[in-house]
Nanobody, 120 residues
Framework: VQLQASGGGLVQAGGSLRLSCAASGRTFSSYAMGWFRQADGKEREFVAVINWSGRTAYTDSAKGRFTASRDNAKNTVYLQMNSLKPEDTAVYYC???????????????WGHGTHVTVSR
């Protein structure tokens, strides 16, 4: 599986962004898909995951603000991020692996990152 993330950018605090991750490969449906992020000087951390049937899980800081979704027909997953905060600033990475994929060790495939910057 190859993953291509897009949709990052610069946004003011309180604003919104939607990240997309397009996957190639016939095994897309067998993977949970998700997002991790890495801020400067920090370790890469779990953000959100969604499985084939739409079941989702989020890190606590993302609950109520971020929504993961997927379009299996398009082999694409999305992360809608609302009420963004400066502490959300990071490089966001798309990932694929077995559920629950909430730790880096569970990730089978990584995409290239997309930068998200939230200004005060």
């Amino acid at each position: 599986v190859q993953l291509q993330a897009s949709g990052g950018g610069l946004v003011q605090a309180g604003g919104s962004l939607r990240l997309s991750c397009a996957a190639s490969g016939r095994t897309f449906s067998s993977y949970a898909m998700g997002w991790f992020r890495q801020a400067d000087g920090k370790e890469r951390e779990f953000v959100a995951v969604i499985n084939w049937s739409g079941r989702t899980a989020y890190t606590d800081s993302a609950k109520g603000r971020f929504t993961a979704s997927r379009d299996n027909a398009k082999n694409t997953v999305y992360l809608q991020m609302n009420s963004l905060k400066p502490e959300d600033t990071a490089v966001y990475y798309c990932a694929a692996g077995p559920w629950p994929m909430n730790r880096r060790i569970l990730v089978n495939h990584w995409g290239h990152g997309t930068h998200v910057t939230v200004s005060r």
